[in-house]
């Protein structure tokens, strides 16, 4: 008799997790997003779901930065950040402009020293700039002048590397479950305080 009880018991319990079993799967199936396929064999899934797939092109960072080798700001257009084009040649332009300067004012004082040497006293710094002075301004002008250019060149590599590195943040899958926030504690012994950085994950 015992037996038997122990039998039915241990049989309600097995049915009893075998339709618990089935009723998760169900649940599973009807939580699993509808997805569709295309021509290519993608598995794109809705925008409302939390697995949203985002095709990648590996070549597009390499793309930008070549774009924006070939003409400044080009990269920038090739990534959709049109407001930074105007940046671009505002920095570039600057940058020309200061060495165009630089080069022009060298020029000056250099071509007055040699009508010095040259035995001229009629050279537009005559009243202004002694022999000295004029060795002086063209060593400032250019020492002036090779910074523009370096500047100029820096700002063009910086262009490229806008471009390139923005390529890559705009393939960069942003989920809302993950966070990253800083923080400050201050510690209650010796109180001292610290910075750092929190990261949240959110898992359904």
């Not at 018991?9 to 169900?26: N, P, T």
């Not at 201050?186 to 898992?203: A, C, H, N, Q, R």
Request: net charge neutral.
């Amino acid at each position: 008799m015992r037996n038997k009880l122990f039998i039915s018991i241990f049989c309600l319990l097995l049915s009893l997790s075998a339709s618990a079993q089935k009723g998760k799967e169900k649940k599973a199936e009807d939580k699993k997003p509808e997805s569709t396929e295309n021509v290519e064999g993608l598995v794109i899934v809705p925008a409302d779901s939390a697995l949203v797939r985002k095709e990648i092109d590996p070549l597009r960072p390499a793309k930008a930065a070549f774009y924006s080798a070939v003409l400044p700001g080009l990269g920038q257009a090739y990534n959709k950040k049109y407001w930074k084009i105007p940046i671009v040649y505002a920095a570039l332009g600057t940058g020309i402009y200061f060495y165009i300067d630089n080069n022009k004012q060298y020029n000056r004082v250099r071509d007055a020293y040699k009508r010095r040497l040259a035995g001229f006293e009629d050279d537009e710094f005559q009243d202004r700039l002694t022999d000295d002075g004029l060795i002086e301004a063209q060593k400032t002008l250019k020492s002036n002048k090779e910074l523009s250019l370096l500047v100029t060149i820096g700002l063009y590599a910086l262009n490229i590397i806008d471009a390139n590195v923005d390529a890559h943040l705009l393939q960069y899958n942003v989920d809302e479950n993950l966070s990253l926030k800083p923080h400050y504690k201050i510690d209650e012994f010796d109180k001292t305080g610290s910075f750092g950085l929190t990261m949240s994950l959110k898992l359904n």
